[in-house]
T-cell receptor, first 115, second 118 residues
Framework: KQEVTQIPAALSVPEGENLVLNCSFTDSAIYNLQWFRQDPGKGLTSLLLIQSSQREQTSGRLNASLDKSSGRSTLYIAASQPGDSATYLCAVRGGMRSGANNLFFGTGTRLTVIP | DVKVTQSSRYLVKRTGEKVFLECVQDMDHENMFWYRQDPGLGLRLIYFSYDVKMKEKGDIPEGYSVSREKKERFSLILESASTNQTSMYLC?????????????????FGSGTRLTVV
């Protein structure tokens, strides 16, 4: 079964710093990988979606990369702001072995950006 | 924008009650999902549906059932609520692949329902 791990579990950085969140997965046969943001007590907001054939996606200050063969993805946040404080979740959509309708989540990285 | 709407943000129910959680999406997506989220356990799939009247068990279906009578609506039912079903419940939808959508698309989530069973 697909296992998704996110490191670190929590991260505090001063405002303005660039930072990287890490995600790893055990089964490289995936359809895509999606990064979400979750504010306390709220639902998930999709940030970026990378298809298995792609290597990266960018949206504003966010850049996500995917190395399918090594089972890794990173989310790069440039010039962090206090409003970026949230939990960031990585999820992979299963491939042939896991089922195409299964979305496997990591437990998230809780980011705090200190003003 | 795709919208997935969950009817209640907060619910408090008594043990043994039958509880309905409603989810509606407005983008004609075929696939709909119910997850629960608990601290330290992350998101776990309860049930999903890939078409009207179709349903599939996820990882933790025990104690739950679902209903999908219309494409846009997917209901999660707790037949007899118990305290261990206190959780955040999240609904999601996604389109299926096909000639117009050759690659699997991402999921869109609702804002969640925080259910407390007392």
């Amino acid at each position: 079964k697909q296992e998704v791990t996110q490191i670190p579990a929590a991260l505090s950085v001063p405002e303005g710093e660039n930072l990287v969140l890490n995600c790893s997965f055990t089964d490289s046969a995936i359809y895509n990988l999606q990064w979400f943001r979750q504010d306390p007590g709220k639902g998930l907001t999709s940030l970026l979606l990378i298809q298995s054939s792609q290597r990266e996606q960018t949206s504003g200050r966010l850049n996500a990369s995917l190395d399918k063969s090594s089972g890794r993805s990173t989310l790069y946040i440039a010039a962090s702001q206090p409003g970026d404080s949230a939990t960031y979740l990585c999820a992979v959509r299963g491939g042939m072995r896991s089922g195409a309708n299964n979305l496997f989540f990591g437990t998230g990285t809780r980011l705090t950006v200190i003003p | 924008d795709v919208k997935v709407t969950q009817s209640s943000r907060y619910l408090v129910k008594r043990t043994g009650e039958k509880v309905f959680l409603e989810c509606v999406q407005d983008m004609d997506h075929e696939n709909m999902f119910w997850y629960r989220q608990d601290p330290g356990l992350g998101l776990r799939l309860i049930y999903f549906s890939y078409d009207v009247k179709m349903k599939e068990k996820g990882d933790i279906p025990e104690g739950y059932s679902v209903s999908r009578e219309k494409k846009e609506r997917f209901s999660l039912i707790l037949e007899s609520a118990s305290t261990n079903q206190t959780s955040m419940y999240l609904c999601a939808s996604s389109p299926t692949t096909g000639p117009l959508i050759p690659l699997p698309r991402g999921y869109t989530f609702g804002s969640g329902t925080r259910l407390t069973v007392v």
